[in-house]
């Protein structure tokens, strides 16, 4: 009935107070008066139990809760405000879309917003629910009393004065439920309603409601950037935070083949990482599915059925210098830590003075490597104006031990007849040291590289971590193949003063060599 064994159910369910009730979910009422005492009360009975449905086929079935949906609802009861991202097919909105139905029948005055990623997706939700309404028991309505006295394809209101609202976002409306679906699509096609629902939406609902963004990976984006930062928040969530959950391809029981395919080695080899990476111990079936999928999907394979949620976001081929290494050495290893600076380190700082943008990150270093304690970014301003901030940081951080700027920061310019050097040391400023000039770009960011497994990132920053997480390199528009130079733009800025970190920042262990490899990688 549950698609889950009682040792599933306990394991999902173990931190919650559903584990103290089991013999709801596996036993049947003995009769009505059984029913209305034990059974309706039990909200995941009712979910399992009362609605139907339009399944894939488009028959009319029950609705009966698969395991990725046991999955986040068990996840939602533990914290009220989730960031979903999952494969295909996996069932979250319409197991959303049923939860906050049943929400709205049982619990009056509750208000549940739905927002769809288009008009389409909207009038599809709207079918939905009039399905579910219709079809759901006379004897339940008539116990609640309920009657549909308002819908159209924006709202479906009930008796009870309960309210689902269907949207393309929210600002004024005080909801009681949220759920966004396909947040990665929406980025994608407009950032303006992703900033909407960040700064209308969200706001409009207390953080200790239900609250639920979900998507498959749609490459790098607004929906990207808000699951990054909450896996680095994930041991040390405000009520404000969202909880990732992460839904990969083999949770999907639907995921499974029974022809047989031939594997290549690389195909083999791929999946013992899988294994090891994830936990899971693949099935033939499912090896089978992937092999097949692999032949229509190519490499687009991990972005709609990712193994693990690294894989969802980052492409084999998209260019990222540093976005793998950042994923699985810094966030991973979890080493984004709260409050990193610490008061008995000097503070150092590398500047990348850029033509149209101003990057500044603000370290320290001891036996553990790298520790990025602040950032600055701003475009279009005067050199001073870069200057004077950082005079006001010292305020908090006392004199910086090291300035690094670019080797060219030395040379005059014939407006002025003074360096940009010379101009910050006018302001006041001093320990200012320009690096030497290196051989290619190329060749630092595969020192930076090396060095990845020494860094560390406070986790109130926000820049820094995308310029890991977007600095790549440029495409021929015309055949697709990543080229040698990298893209220009606000995240290169950033980049560029973590690679003068790497290279100009004083240390306080012994001198390193900087090794071929990093982690175990080969980077030649």
């Known amino acids: 009935m549950f698609n889950l064994n009682k040792q599933e159910f306990f394991d999902l369910y173990k931190n919650t107070k559903i584990v103290n009730y089991p013999q709801t979910f596996f036993s049947e009422p003995k009769n009505d008066e059984d029913l209305v005492k034990n059974y309706i ?132 409306t005080t909801l009681h439920r949220l759920h966004v679906s396909e947040m ?166 590398a500047m990348d003075i850029g033509k149209s943008g101003f990057a500044i990150v603000f370290f320290q270093t001891y036996t553990d490597g790298f520790r990025i304690i602040d950032e600055y970014y701003n475009r279009n301003e005067s050199l001073a104006h870069y200057g004077n901030h950082l005079l006001t940081r010292q305020s908090s951080y006392g004199r910086y031990s090291k300035i690094i700027v670019p080797h060219d920061a030395k040379v005059k310019e014939l407006s002025t007849m003074m360096s940009r050097i010379e101009i910050l040391e006018n302001l006041g400023l001093e320990n200012i040291e320009p690096l030497k000039k290196t051989a290619e770009v190329a060749v630092d960011r595969e020192i930076v590289k090396a060095n990845m497994n020494k860094i560390w990132v406070d986790d109130k920053l926000i820049y820094i971590p995308d310029c890991f997480l977007n600095y790549r390199a440029k495409k021929n528009k015309a055949t697709g193949l990543l080229m040698g130079e990298h893209v220009n733009d606000d995240y290169a800025h950033g980049a560029d003063a973590i690679r003068y970190m790497i290279l100009g920042g004083d240390t306080y262990s012994e001198p390193k060599t900087v090794s071929h490899t990093y982690d175990g990688y080969d980077i030649g």
């Open 41 to 172: 009360p039990s909200k995941l009975w009712r979910l399992n139990n009362l609605y139907k449905i339009i399944n894939k086929e488009g028959n009319l079935v029950k609705f009966s809760m698969n395991k990725s949906q046991h999955y986040v609802y068990s996840k939602l009861l533990i914290h009220p405000r989730q960031i979903i991202l999952k494969s295909r097919q996996q069932g979250v909105s319409t197991f959303y879309l049923v939860s906050y139905y049943d929400d709205a029948l049982f619990y009056p005055y509750t208000h549940a917003g739905l927002i769809a990623q288009g008009a389409s997706e909207a009038e599809a939700l709207f079918w939905k629910i009039r399905t579910l309404w219709d079809k759901t028991p006379d004897n339940i309505k008539s116990m609640l009393n309920l009657t549909m006295n308002k819908q159209n394809k924006r709202e479906l209101g009930f008796s009870n004065n309960s309210i689902m609202f269907i949207r393309l976002s929210f600002r004024s």
């Open 184 to 349: 990665g699509k929406i980025a994608n096609e407009s950032p303006d309603r992703v900033r909407e629902i960040k700064t209308g939406t969200l706001q409009a609902i207390h953080p200790s409601n239900p609250t639920v963004i979900e998507s498959t990976a749609e490459g790098h984006n607004e929906f990207r950037n808000m699951w990054t930062g909450a896996m680095s928040r994930i041991d040390n969530l405000s009520p404000k935070d969202f909880y990732p959950v992460f839904l990969p391809w083999m949770l999907d029981n639907t995921c499974k083949s029974n022809v047989d395919e031939q594997l290549t080695k690389k195909q083999e080899e791929y999946f013992k990482q899988v294994e090891i990476d994830t936990g899971y111990k693949l099935t033939k079936e499912q090896k089978n599915f992937w092999v097949a999928q692999h032949r229509e999907l190519g490499n687009d394979i991990k972005q709609e059925y990712p193994s693990t949620w690294e894989e969802a976001f980052i492409k084999d081929t998209d260019g990222a210098y540093y976005a793998k290494l950042y994923i699985r050495l810094i966030i991973n290893r979890k080493r984004v830590i709260n409050n990193l600076y610490e008061r008995d380190l000097p503070v150092q700082v």
